[in-house]
Nanobody, 122 residues
């Protein structure tokens, strides 16, 4: 079993910064891609940024230049540094681990964290 636990959300004024963290635990040998998704009230969940095990990153256009994703493979952790936050960034941010393999190399699934609320006031 695999669990993802997020932290670092909160309330911040527009222009401020937050750093989200997510740690995966369980019978994990490797994780192909880790990422952050967000879901604003009344909207569909969208990808914010993701990063492969080799460090290749991908960002939604609205996050480029403001957000930075990073990961620590040894800790099975992923981080999202969010700068210059805008009210439209307000959402529940979910961590995702895709392509998780156990210690015998078997693919055991994709996993989601429960989410952390980010609220940006104007």
């Amino acid at each position: 079993q695999v669990q993802l636990v997020e932290s670092g959300g909160g309330l911040v004024q527009a222009g401020g910064s937050l750093r989200l963290s997510c740690a995966a635990s369980g019978t994990i040998f490797s994780i192909n891609t880790m990422g952050w998704y967000r879901q604003a009230s009344g909207k569909q969940r969208e990808l914010v940024a993701d990063i492969t095990s080799s460090g290749i990153t991908n960002y939604v256009d609205s996050a480029k230049g403001r957000f930075t994703i990073s990961r620590d493979n040894a800790k099975n952790a992923v981080y999202l540094q969010m700068n210059s936050l805008k009210p439209e960034d307000t959402a529940v941010y979910h961590c995702n681990a895709a392509g998780v393999r156990n210690y015998v190399g078997r693919f055991i699934g994709d996993y989601w964290g429960q989410g952390t609320q980010v609220t940006v006031s104007s």
